[in-house]
């Protein structure tokens, strides 16, 4: 079981920037791939970001390339997304979802094990 705790999120005007913060209870999170998330209202939930359980490979929905970053630490069992150039259309909740142990990134919501609660980003004009 593990359990994936969100923070960081807040209010910023676009262009700013936010560091969002995923944090896990289980001693193997260092096994699990790693996905970030997110959903704005009225829509589905979207791929953003992953990256692998090494941390050697990263992956980026197109509109965040450049802009966003995943990382991990695993000796803090968290991963984190730097999200630079905020623009009004990153506002959403963002999660993060493990999946494995020992799993290959997706970017389907289908194939992630573990979800966190979410955490607001708000993104002004």
């Known amino acids: 079981q593990v359990q994936l705790v969100e923070s960081g999120g807040g209010l910023v005007q676009a262009g700013g920037s936010l560091r969002l913060s995923c944090a896990a209870s289980?001693?193997?999170?260092?096994?699990?791939?790693i996905g970030w998330f997110r959903q704005a209202p009225g829509k589905e939930r979207e791929f953003v970001a992953a990256?692998?359980?090494?941390?050697?490979?990263?992956y980026y929905q197109g509109s965040v390339k450049g802009r966003f970053t995943i990382s991990r630490d695993n000796a803090k069992n968290t991963v984190y997304l730097q999200m630079n150039s905020l623009k009004p259309e990153d506002t959403a909740v963002y999660y993060c979802?493990?999946?494995?142990?020992?799993?290959?990134?997706?970017?389907?919501?289908?194939?992630?094990?573990?979800w966190g609660q979410g955490t607001q980003v708000t993104v002004s004009s």
């Open positions: 990256i692998t359980w090494t941390g050697s490979t990263t």
């Open positions: 289980a001693r193997t999170f260092s096994s699990y791939a």
């Open positions: 979802a493990a999946r494995g142990p020992y799993s290959r990134t997706s970017n389907y919501t289908r194939d992630y094990d573990y």
